[in-house]
């Protein structure tokens, strides 16, 4: 897992929400987003902290139960 990814998560206090897995997912995704191995996209500044809680958000919506998700667009719409 990264080292980056891990500072970021704690430093906007997502750590304690993710497991293992969802930081390795969010790895995935940055580096499928950018092209890069995920610290260099951090350094480089390819990944923002926007799209970072963005990609963080979306992994975490991915483990609720579908009804959970419902009641999240229904609060939404």
């Known amino acids: 897992m ?7 998560l704690k430093r906007l206090g997502y750590f304690g929400q993710t497991t293992h897995e969802d930081r390795l ?7 499928r987003r950018t092209g890069v191995d995920c ?4 350094e480089q500044g390819r990944v923002d902290e926007r799209t970072f809680k963005e990609i963080v958000l979306m992994v975490l919506r ?3 139960k ?3 998700r419902k009641e999240e667009v229904a609060i939404v719409v």
Request: proline residues 4%; contains cysteine; glycine residues 0%.
């Open 2 to 8: 990264s080292c980056k990814i891990r500072e970021w």
């Open 25 to 31: 997912e969010i790895d995935r995704e940055i580096e």
């Open 39 to 42: 610290d260099k996209a951090v």
């Open 62 to 64: 991915k483990k609720r």
């Open 66 to 68: 579908p009804e959970e």
